[in-house]
């Protein structure tokens, strides 16, 4: 009913439309293209995702959809039976049109979400998540699939990313070796689409606490990258060591003076402090310290493997330390780590870094859309391999809608306000906004899929019979590899 009243408002046709139009159909039909097992199911699927009215709850309301057109038991024999290949349609997202930041600057995000199943005893590879809640005893550890996810960030305030990659973690991967792998790949990806040419600026990854900036900064050495992470309070840095004294002997220095966030009696000497200004904390006070790093041993996660007499790289980049004039519960100030050492000596380069830090958030909105809007965790599906296939059906729904956001800029429901004169799509409209009008934009565009044949139900499980073939149970596995975690230096 919703759909059925939503309207077009007067002179909402616009310059772009054609080429967002037909932009948006090649990218349905490469989609199509990809799906080759079931593909008219799985692709129906995705309609149905873009155009259910109101969020998606279960599988099974899907097939209720229109745009589907086929039974629940098609539906499911889509996911469980059918093929997507995810190395076309990766590149075939990567291909895809990408916000740039000034200077032509591209930046990405990674994070793991976790796609919680506390009660699927039946499905394998499954991981103790931790789950972070609201409250000082809220967080919890529950069983279920983490993913690791990578988005390209725009600049502004913005409910919109875009989707590059998600791997599913097994109970043997370690994170930090995962996620380089990732960001690896998508930068390979981004430069055979022609997103990054030589003399570009180097792509710039923003983490979160959680990761170690220094041991990514070490395994994406070779790659134009610059890698900013959150860095805990309790950290310490160290300065480049002293050239030697003529004459003397013994080892050489390897390490200067400590730089340790929690004590302000070695912020001496910082190589920049200027003043910043945030639309949502006031007024800011930046401090910059170049060509600092982290002492790196062997009891450090994810370098365990290094031989007994190995020398430890030194990694040096920036440090950033960025204050609120007035701190508050929501922000009390951060502290940021980039792989660039001399970045500290430029007011507007360390600008540049926490305010795209800031933009980091944006993944967390993303990761809502995805689960309350398009129900990416709300299928109880028992193999892995159909939950990659559904997030990867989803991630093609994130980018039609991507694609879709100037053809919806007149679509509206009639309670909603009309959007700013001025404004462009990316600026005022939001997916869910852009989900509520696809229906209208899908009939433009068309469809490749086929359409259903009349069948009738298979006869199931004869009445009254029990299941003598139980599926096997799968404990969750509690990840052991000290590798797996982010590592604690300093």
Same mark, same amino acid.
């Given at each position: 009913?919703?759909?059925?009243?939503?309207?077009?408002?007067?002179?909402?046709?616009?310059?772009?439309?054609?080429?967002?139009?037909?932009?948006?159909?090649?990218?349905? &039909?490469?989609?199509?293209?990809?799906?080759?097992?079931?593909?008219?199911? !799985?692709?129906?699927? @995705?309609?149905?995702? !873009?155009?259910?009215?109101?969020?998606?709850?279960?599988?099974?309301?899907?097939?209720?959809?229109?745009?589907?057109?086929?039974?629940?038991?098609?539906?499911?024999?889509?996911?469980?039976?059918? #093929?997507?290949?995810?190395?076309?349609?990766?590149?075939?997202?990567?291909?895809?049109? !990408?916000?740039?930041?000034?200077?032509?600057?591209?930046?990405?995000?990674?994070?793991?979400?976790?796609?919680?199943?506390?009660?699927?005893?039946?499905?394998?590879?499954?991981?103790?998540?931790?789950?972070?809640?609201? &409250?000082?005893?809220?967080?919890?550890?529950?069983?279920?699939?983490?993913?690791?996810? /990578?988005?390209?960030?725009?600049?502004?305030?913005? %409910?919109?990313?875009?989707?590059?990659?998600?791997?599913?973690?097994?109970?043997?991967?370690?994170?930090?070796?995962?996620?380089?792998?990732?960001?690896?790949?998508?930068?390979?990806?981004?430069?055979?689409?022609?997103?990054?040419?030589?003399?570009?600026?180097?792509?710039?990854?923003?983490?979160?606490?959680?990761? %170690?900036?220094?041991?990514?900064?070490?395994?994406?050495?070779?790659?134009?990258?610059?890698?900013?992470?959150?860095?805990?309070?309790?950290?310490?840095?160290?300065?480049?060591?002293?050239?030697?004294?003529?004459?003397?002997?013994?080892?050489?220095?390897?390490?200067?003076?400590?730089?340790?966030?929690?004590?302000?009696?070695?912020?001496?000497?910082?190589?920049?402090?200027?003043?910043?200004? %945030?639309?949502?904390?006031?007024?800011?006070?930046?401090?910059?310290?170049?060509?600092?790093? +982290?002492?790196?041993?062997?009891?450090? %996660? &994810?370098?365990?493997?290094? *031989?007994?007499?190995?020398?430890? =790289?030194?990694?040096?980049?920036?440090?950033?330390?960025?204050?609120?004039?007035? *701190?508050?519960?929501?922000?009390? &100030?951060?502290?940021?780590?980039?792989?660039? *050492?001399?970045?500290?000596?430029?007011?507007?380069?360390?600008?540049?870094?926490?305010?795209?830090?800031?933009?980091?958030?944006?993944?967390?909105?993303?990761?809502?859309?995805?689960?309350?809007?398009?129900?990416?965790?709300?299928?109880?599906?028992?193999? =892995?391999?159909? @939950?990659?296939?559904?997030?990867?059906?989803?991630?093609?729904?994130?980018?039609?809608?991507?694609? @879709?956001?100037?053809?919806?800029?007149?679509? #509206?429901? =009639?309670?909603?306000?009309?959007? *700013?004169?001025?404004?462009?799509?990316?600026?005022?409209?939001?997916?869910? +906004? /852009?989900?509520?009008?696809?229906?209208?934009?899908?009939?433009?565009?068309?469809?490749?899929?086929?359409?259903?044949?009349?069948?009738?139900?298979?006869?199931?499980?004869?009445?009254?019979?029990?299941?003598?073939?139980?599926? =096997?149970?799968?404990?969750?596995?509690?990840?052991?590899?000290?590798?797996?975690?982010?590592?604690?230096?300093?």
């Amino acid at each position: 009913m919703a759909f059925s009243m939503a309207r077009v408002e007067a002179g909402a046709g616009g310059d772009g439309k054609d080429e967002a139009l037909a932009r948006l159909a090649g990218f349905r &039909g490469e989609l199509y293209r990809c799906l080759t097992r079931r593909g008219d199911a !799985l692709f129906g699927l @995705a309609d149905a995702v !873009l155009c259910a009215p109101g969020r998606v709850t279960d599988l099974a309301r899907l097939s209720l959809v229109p745009e589907y057109g086929r039974g629940h038991g098609a539906l499911y024999d889509g996911l469980n039976a059918g #093929r997507v290949q995810i190395g076309r349609l990766r590149r075939a997202v990567a291909g895809l049109p !990408l916000p740039r930041w000034p200077g032509g600057r591209i930046l990405l995000a990674a994070d793991v979400c976790n796609w919680l199943r506390p009660d699927a005893e039946t499905s394998p590879e499954r991981l103790l998540c931790h789950v972070h809640g609201r &409250g000082s005893n809220a967080a919890q550890i529950v069983p279920g699939w983490p993913y690791s996810f /990578v988005a390209v960030l725009g600049p502004g305030r913005s %409910s919109w990313t875009l989707p590059l990659d998600a791997v599913r973690l097994g109970p043997d991967d370690d994170v930090m070796a995962v996620t380089a792998a990732q960001l690896r790949d998508v930068v390979q990806r981004l430069t055979e689409a022609g997103h990054w040419r030589d003399g570009d600026p180097p792509v710039l990854v923003v983490l979160d606490s959680g990761y %170690s900036g220094t041991r990514l900064a070490d395994l994406l050495g070779d790659l134009p990258v610059t890698v900013l992470t959150r860095v805990r309070s309790d950290r310490v840095y160290y300065r480049a060591a002293p050239a030697p004294e003529p004459g003397r002997r013994g080892r050489v220095k390897r390490h200067g003076d400590p730089v340790a966030c929690a004590d302000p009696g070695t912020w001496a000497s910082p190589d920049l402090t200027a003043d910043g200004n %945030s639309a949502r904390h006031g007024p800011l006070t930046v401090t910059a310290w170049t060509r600092v790093h +982290q002492k790196i041993h062997r009891t450090c %996660s &994810g370098w365990e493997t290094k *031989p007994l007499r190995a020398e430890y =790289p030194i990694i040096e980049g920036t440090l950033i330390q960025v204050t609120p004039a007035r *701190p508050g519960p929501a922000f009390t &100030g951060m502290w940021l780590w980039a792989s660039d *050492p001399g970045a500290g000596r430029d007011p507007a380069a360390v600008a540049a870094l926490w305010q795209a830090y800031l933009r980091r958030f944006d993944i967390e909105a993303m990761f809502r859309f995805l689960k309350q809007q398009l129900g990416w965790d709300k299928p109880m599906l028992r193999d =892995p391999a159909a @939950a990659d296939r559904w997030t990867w059906l989803i991630i093609a729904c994130y980018a039609q809608l991507h694609l @879709a956001r100037e053809l919806t800029a007149g679509i #509206r429901l =009639p309670w909603q306000r009309p959007r *700013p004169p001025g404004t462009t799509a990316a600026q005022a409209l939001t997916p869910g +906004q /852009v989900r509520t009008g696809f229906r209208v934009v899908r009939g433009t565009a068309g469809t490749p899929a086929s359409t259903a044949k009349h069948s009738k139900p298979g006869p199931g499980r004869p009445p009254g019979s029990k299941n003598k073939q139980k599926a =096997p149970r799968h404990p969750p596995v509690r990840k052991h590899k000290p590798s797996s975690q982010p590592a604690q230096t300093g």
